[in-house]
């Protein structure tokens, strides 16, 4: 009878490369981050700290209750649901909190796009959770070194493809508004009605073919009603209501400092009322 037997050196190498550090890889590692990995081609969701928050939270549940595991696993899927509304949307943090009080004005389930995000995140982090409990004994023996090296490798993958998408202008204050010359003055005395129409996220295309094809219907709807097409580019800053501070009042700024008392003397819509217009929005 031939004995085998497993050197020390070799149960100290499965730690690393052995069924139990795969298993760590592939769930917690690979799994809860796969959507995002799959789509990144085609949608940008910059989530930089989500996988080693994943990681983290995994080492922490081979110290607690079983079922720690799946609130520590939800609880980080629901953080990276709001870090990546916050990166989309261009909310600081302090501007993000803000908006929570407006949640209940939002039906999420109005839009397919956003339930699918959210039902395939939660599920895949809860799936996750359950196989990292299933296969609990095999981890504990594994080293966190592997999985660790996969976050870190998502995280350096997240940043170089995406951060500098993310990136704001430093460049001094534009608006399409001042390019065109629509002060109030120039308005009133060109005389008819102003129409404004700010697309939320239609930014400028940096191919100039993709530009071409919206540039050519535009000036397409714009010859045949008798109108001059013209377009430039403006830097930006913040989200929504941030387009309406700079478009309309010539200024950053966002719907808190309005809130707080900012004053709307030079905003535009005020600045035609005084000179006889109506306005609405």
Same mark, same amino acid.
């Given at each position: 009878?031939?004995?085998?037997?497993?050197?020390?050196?070799?149960?100290?190498?499965?730690?690393?490369?052995?069924?139990?550090?795969?298993?760590?890889?592939?769930?917690?590692?690979?799994?809860?981050?796969?959507?995002?990995?799959?789509?990144?081609?085609?949608?940008?969701?910059?989530?930089?700290?989500?996988?080693?928050?994943?990681?983290?939270?995994?080492?922490?549940?081979?110290?607690?209750?079983?079922?720690?595991?799946?609130?520590?696993?939800?609880?980080?899927?629901?953080?990276?649901?709001?870090?990546?509304?916050?990166?989309?949307?261009?909310?600081?943090?302090?501007?993000?909190?803000?908006?929570?009080?407006?949640?209940?004005?939002?039906?999420? $389930?109005? +839009?397919? %796009?956003?339930? =699918?995000?959210?039902?395939?995140? &939660?599920?895949?982090?809860? /799936?996750? #959770?359950?196989?990292?409990?299933?296969?609990?004994?095999?981890?504990?023996?594994?080293?966190?070194?592997?999985?660790?090296?996969?976050?870190?490798?998502?995280?350096?993958?997240?940043?170089?493809?995406?951060?500098?998408?993310?990136?704001? $202008?430093? +460049?001094? %204050?534009?608006? =399409?508004?001042?390019?065109?010359? &629509?002060?109030?003055?120039? /308005?009133? #005395?060109?005389?008819?009605?102003?129409?404004?129409?700010?697309?939320?996220?239609?930014?400028?295309?940096?191919?100039?073919?993709?530009?071409?094809?919206?540039?050519?219907?535009?000036?397409?709807?714009?010859?045949?009603?008798?109108?001059?097409?013209? +377009?430039?580019?403006?830097?930006?800053?913040?989200?929504?209501?941030?387009?309406?501070?700079?478009?309309?009042?010539?200024?950053?700024?966002?719907?808190?400092?309005?809130?707080?008392?900012?004053?709307?003397?030079?905003?535009?819509?005020?600045?035609?009322?005084?000179?006889?217009?109506?306005?609405?929005?």
């Amino acid at each position: 009878m031939t004995d085998i037997s497993i050197l020390p050196e070799e149960r100290g190498a499965q730690r690393f490369i052995g069924r139990g550090a795969l298993l760590f890889v592939l769930i917690v590692g690979l799994l809860p981050n796969l959507f995002f990995l799959v789509v990144m081609p085609f949608f940008i969701a910059e989530r930089l700290i989500t996988p080693l928050l994943y990681v983290t939270a995994a080492i922490a549940a081979l110290f607690l209750p079983r079922f720690a595991v799946y609130a520590l696993f939800f609880i980080i899927a629901v953080i990276d649901l709001c870090l990546i509304v916050m990166v989309a949307f261009h909310l600081p943090l302090a501007l993000a909190i803000d908006s929570v009080r407006y949640m209940a004005t939002i039906d999420v $389930s109005a +839009s397919s %796009f956003y339930v =699918a995000v959210i039902s395939i995140n &939660l599920a895949l982090a809860l /799936v996750s #959770a359950w196989l990292f409990d299933r296969n609990r004994t095999e981890i504990r023996l594994a080293s966190p070194l592997p999985v660790l090296l996969v976050a870190l490798s998502l995280m350096a993958a997240d940043f170089h493809f995406n951060f500098h998408y993310f990136t704001k $202008s430093t +460049s001094a %204050f534009d608006s =399409a508004g001042s390019q065109n010359g &629509l002060s109030a003055d120039a /308005v009133a #005395a060109r005389g008819g009605n102003l129409l404004i129409v700010m697309v939320e996220g239609l930014g400028a295309f940096a191919d100039p073919a993709e530009k071409k094809i919206l540039s050519s219907k535009l000036e397409k709807a714009a010859l045949h009603a008798g109108y001059t097409f013209s +377009s430039g580019t403006t830097p930006y800053s913040g989200s929504t209501t941030g387009a309406a501070s700079r478009e309309l009042c010539g200024r950053w700024g966002d719907h808190r400092d309005y809130i707080a008392g900012a004053h709307t003397d030079n905003c535009l819509p005020k600045l035609l009322r005084e000179r006889g217009y109506e306005t609405v929005a």
